[in-house]
């Protein structure tokens, strides 16, 4: 540009409000081996975060990055090179909902915020969640995690947050895993507080225990997971349909259970578990 189009040096340093002295030091530069290195991974952390929608934060860059370079770089090293290029996860939105209800049984909170488990169907948390669609009608999935691999057992998505979607959670839960007979935790909501609910319990001998009242956090693992799926999933878009919901859900269960690494499973997914 400079000599080729006869503009001097000088006056374009002026006009770019750098000294001459940075302008010669950037022309005789060369990529050390760090800066080729960093670009090697530049490029693979711009191909996760557009495969995911940017769902991923930095950690969860850096266990990707690690598994697909078989490396062993910081969380600090992949942070600066997202901020670099102006990478951000997306940001989480958290709700909570109640209903009132006269519970038929009760169970005291046996899991008592152990969330640990050595093996899977030792312990199972369950619970509803709620969406909403853009013409106003609503949606509820219930699902079923499994503590020994953080694994999402089984759901149901329907048009209503009745007993039925609980019990057909629990019976599909049952069908795939008919030697299960786990420790089983939820909040007080009606559906888990039924008495057909607690026969269906104690077919298998499972042991069913409950959060205390207001105690949202004795059934941490599993508001977890739903702040996790909405902000990976639901946040991201908006759902004109019931189906477009359904599908885009399908799809993420299946991402969340077969390819999204977690820390706590040693930066494996729940099946490689």
Not at 209 to 220: L, P
Request: with cysteine.
């Amino acid at each position: 540009m400079n000599k080729e189009n006869c503009y001097p040096i000088a006056k374009l340093c002026i006009l770019a409000n750098i000294a001459r002295s940075s302008y010669y030091k950037w022309l005789k530069h060369k990529d050390t081996e760090l800066d080729k290195e960093n670009s090697i991974i530049l490029k693979e952390i711009t191909k996760i975060y557009t495969d995911v929608n940017g769902i991923y934060g930095y950690r969860r860059m850096t266990m990707n990055i690690n598994k697909i370079l078989n490396k062993h770089y910081n969380n600090k090293r992949i942070y600066r090179l997202m901020k670099s290029v102006n990478l951000k996860s997306v940001i989480r939105k958290k709700r909570a909902t109640y209903i009132k209800s006269t519970p038929q049984i009760t169970a005291e909170n046996k899991l008592n915020r152990e969330f640990y488990a050595d093996k899977p169907n030792q312990k199972w948390l369950t619970d509803v969640t709620e969406f909403k669609l853009t013409n106003g009608k609503k949606a509820y999935l219930s699902a079923i995690l499994d503590l020994g691999d953080n694994s999402i057992v089984s759901y149901v998505l329907g048009s209503s947050n009745n007993n039925q979607l609980v019990f057909n959670t629990l019976d599909k839960a049952i069908d795939d895993n008919p030697d299960a007979k786990p420790l089983f935790h939820s909040d007080r909501g009606f559906q888990y507080t039924n008495k057909i609910f607690k026969n269906k319990l104690d077919k298998i001998n499972a042991t069913q225990s409950m959060s205390r009242v207001g105690r949202c956090i004795d059934n941490g693992p599993m508001e977890g997971f739903w702040g996790t799926l909405k902000s990976e999933m639901y946040y991201l878009r908006k759902f004109d349909t019931y189906e477009e919901l359904e599908q885009a859900i399908d799809e993420y269960i299946d991402f969340y259970n077969t390819k999204r690494l977690q820390k706590k499973l040693k930066s494996m997914t729940p099946i490689e578990y």
